[in-house]
Nanobody
């Protein structure tokens, strides 16, 4: 069984910062990529940022230069540093991990439960 546990969401004023964390646990064999997605009310879930096991990153155009994704492979943890937050960043943020489990076949996507980020004055 694999669990992804997120933390760090909350309410922040425009221009402020938040840091999200997501820790993966369970019978994990290897994590190939970890990332963050978000879903605003009435909108589809979209990719925010992703980081591979070797540190390659990719960001949505809307967050480039403001958000930074990083990971601690030893802790199976991914972070999302969000700076210069805007009201349009308001959404539920979901952690995602593409990983293989011990004794399993292939790699699969796992999701966290989501954490609310609200940017408002």
């Amino acid at each position: 069984q694999v669990r992804l546990v997120e933390s760090g969401g909350g309410l922040v004023q425009p221009g402020g910062s938040l840091r999200l964390s997501c820790a993966a646990s369970g019978n994990i064999f290897s994590i190939y990529a970890m990332g963050w997605y978000r879903q605003a009310p009435g909108k589809q879930r979209e990719l925010v940022a992703i980081i591979t096991s070797v540190g390659s990153t990719n960001y949505a155009d809307s967050v480039k230069g403001r958000f930074t994704i990083s990971r601690d492979n030893a802790k199976n943890t991914v972070y999302l540093q969000m700076d210069s937050l805007k009201p349009e960043d308001t959404a539920v943020y979901y952690c995602n991990s593409h990983l293989a489990v011990v004794g399993g076949a292939g790699a699969w996507d796992y999701w966290g439960q989501g954490t609310q980020v609200t940017v408002s004055s």
